[in-house]
């Protein structure tokens, strides 16, 4: 099975329609590692004896951005904001069609959803690889070239890492743009999706503490043991915690490979998702009753959790109140789906 399906034709048509935001991407994804570089450099040029960051201009003061960021990771822009842009670029790309009703053109020509969706993930992806890969023949240039606060290998270090995890993000939030093809509602999905690993061990960690389950002594280890496991789940983690020296290559191989399998998920679930003039949720054999079943289980596991705070009281208390919310919500969807159905 073919697991790349590039079509030229759609290829062309995706830069045409989305290339002012893949370079407003390049331009932002750029301001440290590029323009802030040749900003300095061109002042301490024109300006020798100008005071830059409260010190003296030096020969590598150009690099002082560039080695907090590959060194520590410390940029908000490349750790914070380019994520968030990426995956609103990966959903924008699929609702978009879908909104304006152009995947119905598209799909009636001899052209299959496979070819859209991966056409729209390689140019994409291609469009990420490219500007990262361009920043770090950048930084190794004037490193080469120039004195500089910053090494080859953690320049090599970051741009392995970030370019992994920024694949991954992508390809995670067009598996929630092919779920769904409201803007909205694909953007809130794919932070969840991103986001996910996290949000469920705080509400675990909670839950069990509520519940009294574990005693006094194995409580932390075990809530340090589960969010150990929920933040290298995470991807924004590998950002958050970037350290040069301290990269794992294996991580970096599965986060990778979870890309790949992200990006199959998502022709996967868009070749089976005919709702393109709504943009309604992809509905599976049983994802009703599993929607039904995980909002019910949510409801209850935070109603529990916010009772004992406020009661300041443990146990089995707070796990009988939580199977009975579980319970009344779960009837109320029944009673909900059969009005519905009645009606």
Excluded at 204 to 216: I, K, M, R, T, V
């Amino acid at each position: 099975m073919k697991l790349l399906y590039w079509n030229k034709a759609l290829a062309w048509k995706e830069w045409r329609q989305n290339s002012l935001r893949f370079w407003g991407l390049f331009i932002i994804m750029s301001l440290t590692p590029v323009f802030s570089a040749i900003f300095t450099l061109a002042l301490g040029a024109l300006y020798p004896e100008a005071w830059f960051n409260g010190g003296a201009y030096h020969a590598n003061t150009w690099s002082e951005g560039i080695a907090l960021m590959v060194n520590s990771g410390d940029n908000w822009i490349m750790r914070t904001l380019v994520p968030i842009l990426i995956m609103v670029l990966a959903v924008l790309i699929v609702a978009e069609e879908r909104s304006n009703n152009s995947l119905e053109f598209l799909l009636a020509t001899p052209v299959s959803r496979r070819e859209v969706l991966s056409t729209k993930f390689l140019l994409g992806a291609g469009v990420i690889t490219a500007i990262m890969v361009f920043e770090f023949l950048f930084m190794l240039g004037l490193n080469i070239c120039l004195p500089a606060k910053y090494s080859i290998g953690a320049a090599g270090e970051w741009f392995l890492l970030t370019t992994s995890v920024y694949l991954a993000i992508f390809a995670l939030a067009l598996l929630a743009a092919s779920i769904t093809g409201n803007f909205r509602t694909a953007l809130f999905a794919a932070i969840i999706f991103i986001y996910f690993p996290r949000i469920l061990a705080e509400i675990l960690g909670e839950l069990f503490a509520a519940f009294d389950l574990y005693p006094g002594m194995f409580l932390i280890p075990y809530r340090e043991t589960l969010a150990f496991w929920a933040n290298h789940l995470t991807l924004p983690y590998y950002l958050d915690h970037y350290c040069y020296g301290q990269l794992n290559v294996w991580a970096v191989l599965l986060i990778i490979l979870a890309a790949i399998i992200f990006y199959r998920l998502a022709i996967r679930f868009f070749e089976h998702n005919q709702q393109e003039r709504n943009g309604q949720a992809l509905m599976l054999a049983n994802s009703a009753q599993i929607l039904k079943v995980g909002t019910s289980i949510l409801l209850a596991a935070l109603s529990a959790i916010i009772l004992a705070g406020i009661l300041q009281i443990k146990g089995w208390p707070i796990l009988l109140f939580f199977v009975l919310v579980y319970f009344l919500v779960s009837a109320l969807f029944a009673f909900v789906y059969r009005y519905g159905d009645n009606t």
